[in-house]
């Protein structure tokens, strides 16, 4: 089973990005990709940029709606996200709980629709 | 005074609560065999306590009161079940007469048949720990859920699952017969034991899987040590837990840091504890039947020598260590010898001690690499150093720990660079 954990930084941790990514936690960053790759269940993963960078899009009685910033605005916002393949969610919990992201912001694990999905787009 | 009233009924229910709950909880289930309803019946009972209390005073005998109330609601439960199964029990619990002057506080202590009930084969291992700490101690599911790092909706359900098993399945709510105990007893002793959550203090950096349910561990282990204390391994794991209840002051420096073992000041270790543990294992090494836990609680005594003596006896841990590995596969007891191995007889011996180990059974077991990353430091391998502190690091949960590492890993890198320069 493929689950996605939703990784959700504060504003402080997003400002660390535009000073100096400070020693400790980049090196934390690259010790939990290196324990998820060679403990066999990483499958992709990706950062986003900071969310002043996002634009929102919306079409409301036929009429575009374009806003600035992220969807929703909230303190945390989404900054990246891991796939993994794993035996069941409580597995997921145990990788979400040794994120380093779950010590300052939240990381949010849902599994990945793909099966129901696919069978819906191909018939 | 009604504000004092009502402050000191909640505090007499919250304490009868607290000290009785398992025992009145296991009264009302050990006939029926239902947890579900005797819980509810029991929840219904404390309401009413904090309804009825404030104004007519807290009764003489606070926990037949509630014995009453609960049975009677738990009666009018069954009795609207109109289960045809369930009339023996009720008729049974109505015979006993419900007159709350007569129960005295002298109903029969059956915390025993639910610890074993809790911990029974036929239930999914997983769930031993979370369905005692709701039978007996009384904790509500998110809390479990919290602890076991399970979403509380899913914790709830599989409580429930095991619920109806229990009533369903005819799993017996006695103590087991002499020949099925060892193996059942250490069922309930392993489940205790995974609420304490303990890691392994005695290694460099291990991530302490904390649950923070010690203090309910360690109640547990005092219950089942009052009610069976002629059996060793029973002594033996509240001993464990003492002993490392002990520490846990000094596990924390005063910024939150996090303080391995080998570097905690003894003057802020608990004697009072560590007394208790002393005790509690003497009396177990009389029966003169060793064990897991015993071991376990031996190796935790030779740490606690140091408070006295000033130095840790590595070669009396690695011979515990040693006989622990005779009778336990679990990786962490392998693990833990080669740390005391290391101690004892040098690094290379430690990594000797390592490698019978298979790498595919630590791919995501942070201890194993947390002490291998520590003697190939020690042996000035750098690089090989860096890499097992990166997957220590990589599977640390505490915050706390994977600053440690972090420090650690970056003296490594350090002194490695250090090398490469005088190299040039």
Known sequence: MQFVLMIYHTPEEFALRNNDYSDPHLGAWRAYYKALVE??????????????????????DGKRRVQDGPYADTKEQLAGFIILELPSVDAALEWAARCPGASIGAVEVRPLAKEALQKGFTG | MNGTNQENARRTIERVARESYGRLLAYLSVHTH??????????????SALNNWPQDGVPQNPEAWLMTAARRSLIDV???????????????????????????????????KLLFVCAHPAIDPAMHTPLMLQA????????????????PKTMGQRLSRAKIKIRSGGIPFEVPQERALPERLDAVLEAIYAAFGIGWDDMVGADQRGRNLAEEALWLARVLSGLM????????????LLHCEARRPARRGPDGRYVPLSEQDPKQWSLALIEEAERHLSEAFKQGRSGRFQLEAAIQSVHAERARTGRTDWAAIALFYERLIRISHAIGTKVGYAAAVAEANGPDAGLAALKPIRREDVSDYQPYWAVRAH???????TQE????????????????????????RGVADRSHNQRRTAAL
Do not use: C, N, W
Not at chain 1, 43 to 50: G, K, M, P, S, T
Not at chain 2, 230 to 237: A, K, M, N, R, S
């Open chain 1, 39 to 60: 403990a066999g269940v990483y499958v992709a993963a990706d950062a986003l940029e900071v969310p002043d960078t996002g634009t929102t899009v919306r079409l409301r």
């Open chain 2, 34 to 47: 239902d947890l579900a309803s005797a819980e509810d019946a029991l929840s219904e009972a404390l309401v």
């Open chain 2, 78 to 112: 069954i009795r609207h079940q109109r289960v045809v199964q369930a009339s023996e029990p009720t008729v049974k619990l109505l015979k006993e007469d419900s007159m709350e002057t007569t129960i005295a506080a002298e109903f029969p202590d059956e915390r025993l």
């Open chain 2, 136 to 151: 007996v101690l009384g904790l509500d599911a998110v809390r479990i859920a919290q602890a076991f790092l399970i979403a």
């Open chain 2, 229 to 240: 204390s002629g059996e060793p391994e029973v002594q033996g794991l509240l001993a464990l």
């Open chain 2, 375 to 381: 003697l190939l430091q020690r042996l000035g391998k």
């Open chain 2, 385 to 408: 150093a860096a890499d097992a502190y990166d997957r220590a690091i990589g599977l640390a949960e505490d915050p706390a720990v994977r600053e440690f590492l972090l420090k650690e």
